[in-house]
């Protein structure tokens, strides 16, 4: 995803009212972020894109995935390491992908 198409997914994020936008599908977060792995997530809001990803892809994260997408990882579970970043992060109101 280019520079361009960011900056229109943050406009969108924004006009839908949400702080932040949660991408849990692996096509959705290739997409998103140039990673090919499994076990990651993306995040964008207005701070950028972060791409969240397991220990055991970490390395392949940071050859791969373009300098713009900050890259984290999942140390102690996913739901920690979300709750860990708090509410200067996430914000107040957190879009999900839809599920099937």
């Known amino acids: 995803m280019n520079v361009f198409e960011i900056e229109l997914l943050k406009k969108k994020i924004a006009e839908s009212n949400l702080d932040t936008f949660l991408i849990t599908k692996s096509p959705n ?35 791969t995935v373009p300098p ?16 860990a970043l708090g509410e200067s992060f996430w914000g107040k109101r957190i879009g999900l992908e839809a599920m099937p």
């Not at 713009?68 to 709750?83: L, N, P």
């Open 29 to 63: 977060t290739r997409y998103v972020t140039g990673f090919i792995g499994e076990s990651a997530y993306a995040v964008v809001n207005r701070i950028g894109v972060t791409l969240f990803v397991n220990s055991l892809y970490i390395e392949h994260a940071r050859a």
């Open 68 to 83: 713009t997408v900050d890259i984290r990882e999942i140390q102690d579970g996913i739901f920690e390491t979300f709750a």
